[in-house]
C-alpha cells in the first residue's frame, strides 16, 4: 500500500467531533497555507519534550508538540514528573557523550582524581544505571568535588588505537564541542536532560483517552519503562508499539466512518496565527522566552528536586507563559516562517512544562528519575502509583493510577 507523506507539514492541533478524534489541523510550511485534514484515526508519533529543559541531548524539534496537543484534545498524560537526565553531556551544548564510553572503560573522576563511582555502586562502578551514574555525579558537584559544574569522563587509559577504533564518534564530538583531545585529557562532562519516560497515556494499542487518537515513540507513555527507562529501549516505543498502534488504527477504521469536518475546524488556528503576529513590536521574543522556561526547568527539576525548587519552576512557567502573550514574531512572511513555528511550538512546551512541574510537586517520595532530597525515600504504600494530568479550565488537573504489579515485585535497588 502506498502511504503518502507530508514532508515540511506542522500540525496546529487536533480535531475532536462527537468525542472522537476526527483529523488535524495542519500548515504546510512552503507556503504557509493552513489544511484542515480529516481523518478516522490519528497516531501521534511527534517525539519527546527534551528542549523543555536547557540544555539536552535532544534535537531542537524535540519541543513537546504532540504531548500538548493530545493534551489540549482531551488525552491525558502519565508519569510526566519521570524525566531521565543522562550522566554524561557536555555543559553548555548538552551534546551527548554516549554510554559507550563507559562501555569500553572510561572512569568517571572528581576534581580529587578519585573514581567517585566506588562510593555509590561498587560492584557497577561507571556502568550502574543512568539515575544511578547522574545522582552519584551531581552528588559529586553539589559537595564541591566537581569542576565548574563538572565532572570528568576519562578515556586517556583506553589508549589511541581503541578510541580510533572504538569511539571515534565521541573523539570527534569532544573535539568539535569541547576542544578536547580525549586521548591527552578527560573530558567534562555533566548530567543532562535526555528522555521523557512520560507521556500520552495509551494502552498497549497505542489507544489514548480520546477515541481515534493513538499515540507512539517518545511521545507515548505506555510505561514499559516506569520511571527509569534503560539505554536503548526506546526501540519498544517506536517500533513494538508504533507497529501495534497502526494494526489497531488500521482495523479499527475499517468500521467507522469519517465525522463531519469542515474548513471551520481551522477557525481557532487562523486565529491564533493571526494573534501571534499582530502583537506589537517591542514584546518579548520566543527564543528568550524559551530559554527561560529551560533553565528553570533544568535548575528546578533535574536530577535532584525539592518542593521549593519545584515550586519555584512552576511559577516562573507561568510566569513566562504569562509574557507569552504579547510575544512578538518579527517575521510576517509565510514562506518557511520558522520565527512563527517556534514560536507556537513554545506554546506547546508550556503545557509539558506545567505538568512535569505540577507531577513532581504532587509525587511526595522518591522513585525512578524523580529524586526529591526532602523526601529522598520512596514509598510503595502511599506512592505505587502512576500520576495523571488533564487538561481543564482550572488548568492541569491530577489524579493517580495504581500501577498494575504482573511478574515482577517492586524491590529495593541496590548495587
Ligand atoms: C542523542 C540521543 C541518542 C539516543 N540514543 C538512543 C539509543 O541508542 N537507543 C534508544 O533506544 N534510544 C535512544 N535515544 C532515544 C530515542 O532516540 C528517542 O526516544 C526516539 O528517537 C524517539 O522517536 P520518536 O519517533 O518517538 O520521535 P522523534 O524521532 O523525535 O520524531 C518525532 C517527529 O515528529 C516531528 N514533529 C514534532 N512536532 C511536530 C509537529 N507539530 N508537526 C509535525 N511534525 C512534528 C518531528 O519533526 C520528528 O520528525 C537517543 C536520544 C538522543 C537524543
Redesign the pocket.
Known sequence: MAVRVYEE????SLIVEDGRCAGAV?MEIRSGDIHVVRAKAVIM????I?RVFEP????L???G??MS?AYQAGAELMDMEMVQYHPTTLQGSG??I?EGARGEGAYLLNSEGERFMERYAPNMMELASRDVVSRSEQTEINEGRGINGCVLLDCRHLGEQVIRERLSQIQEIARDFANVDITKEPIPIQPGM??QMGGIKTDIDGQTAVPGLYA?????CVSVHGGNRL????????LVF?RRSGQHASDAVKSISHANVTDASADADRENIQGLLSNAEGGPMFGALRHEMGKTMNDNLAVYRDQQGMETALSDIREVRERYRSVYVPDKGKTFNTNLLFT??LG?MFDCAESVAVSGLERKESRGAHTRTDMPDRDDENWLKHILVKNSVDGPALEHLPVVITDWKPEVRSY
Do not use: K, M, Q, R
Request: hydrophobic share 50%; net charge negative.
Open positions: 507539514w506542522f500540525i496546529l495542519l508519533a511527534a517525539g519527546g527534551g539536552s541531548t535532544n534535537a524539534i524535540c519541543t508538540d504532540g496537543l551534546v551527548l554516549t535526555h528522555y507512539a515513540g517518545e511521545v507515548a539505554g536503548a529501549n526506546s526501540l519498544l516505543d517506536t508504533g507556537i511550538e506547546f
